[in-house]
Nanobody, 126 residues
Framework: QVELVESGGGLVQAGGSLRLSCVAS????????MGWFRQAPGKERECVVA????????NHADSVEGRFTISRDNAENTVYLQMSSLKPEDTGVYYC???????????????????WGQGTQVTVSS
């Protein structure tokens, strides 16, 4: 069992930056694929960026390419989402997710993830 706790959300002006953290407990995430998802009101949950076990393989949604970066510190059991050049359309609840998967694989579908955090709100004002 893995518990995930996100932090770092808040209100930021367009063009600003935020760094989200996801701390895992219960077991090591070193052999887990990780992803950051977001959900805006009235919209489906979407994957913004995901990575494999080591963090060497990364998949970004087109909408965040060049602006969002995922990183992981397996020793600290923590995953980060660095967000820059934020836009109002980036507003939503951001969730950290984990799944066992394969070492080189990346998963972007929410259904592939078995562990979720409670989410942290990110609001970008224009």
């Amino acid at each position: 069992q893995v518990e995930l706790v996100e932090s770092g959300g808040g209100l930021v002006q367009a063009g600003g930056s935020l760094r989200l953290s996801c701390v895992a407990s219960g077991r090591s995430i070193s052999r887990m694929c990780m992803g950051w998802f977001r959900q805006a009101p009235g919209k489906e949950r979407e994957c913004v960026v995901a990575t494999n076990w080591s963090g060497g393989n990364i998949n970004h949604a087109d909408s965040v390419e060049g602006r969002f970066t995922i990183s992981r510190d397996n020793a600290e059991n923590t995953v980060y989402l660095q967000m820059s050049s934020l836009k109002p359309e980036d507003t939503g609840v951001y969730y950290c997710a984990a799944t066992e998967g394969y070492s080189g694989s990346i998963y972007t579908r929410p259904a592939m993830y078995g562990y979720w955090g409670q989410g942290t709100q990110v609001t970008v004002s224009s």
